[in-house]
Nanobody
Framework: QVQLVESGGGLVQPGGSLRLSCVAS????????MGWYRQAPGKQRELVAG???????NYLDSVKGRFTISGDNAKNTVYLQMNNLKPEDTAVYSC??????????WGQGTQVTVSS
């Protein structure tokens, strides 16, 4: 019943920027966590950044200083501003929401490709 819709991915040059958005809709009860994961081909999915109890947290070391997570509680939306993108940032980025009642919800993912 909870749906996550991601947008904002695409192809960018190294050093470029993208802003990902994730909009949650449906029967949300209580959001415990909302954040972004990424998975590159052949690699494990990793947490990029999240928001817990209204505060940004869990920034991946490799993105600190370059990525910023933010949210709009009223709209159940989380953003990931990605600056100074590097080829190693290339991955499918997926939004994750943990609802205290409904559990772990995933979006479909959006492709981010950083290449010259």
């Amino acid at each position: 019943q909870v749906q996550l819709v991601e947008s904002g991915g695409g192809l960018v040059q190294p050093g470029g920027s993208l802003r990902l958005s994730c909009v949650a809709s449906g029967s949300i009860v209580s959001i415990a966590f909302m954040g972004w994961y990424r998975q590159a081909p052949g690699k494990q999915r990793e947490l990029v950044a999240g928001i817990r109890n209204g505060s940004p947290t869990n920034y991946l070391d490799s993105v600190k200083g370059r990525f910023t997570i933010s949210g709009d509680n009223a709209k159940n939306t989380v953003y990931l501003q990605m600056n100074n993108l590097k080829p190693e940032d290339t991955a499918v980025y997926s939004c994750n929401l943990v609802d205290r009642a409904r559990g772990n919800i995933w979006g479909q993912g959006t492709q981010v490709t950083v290449s010259s």
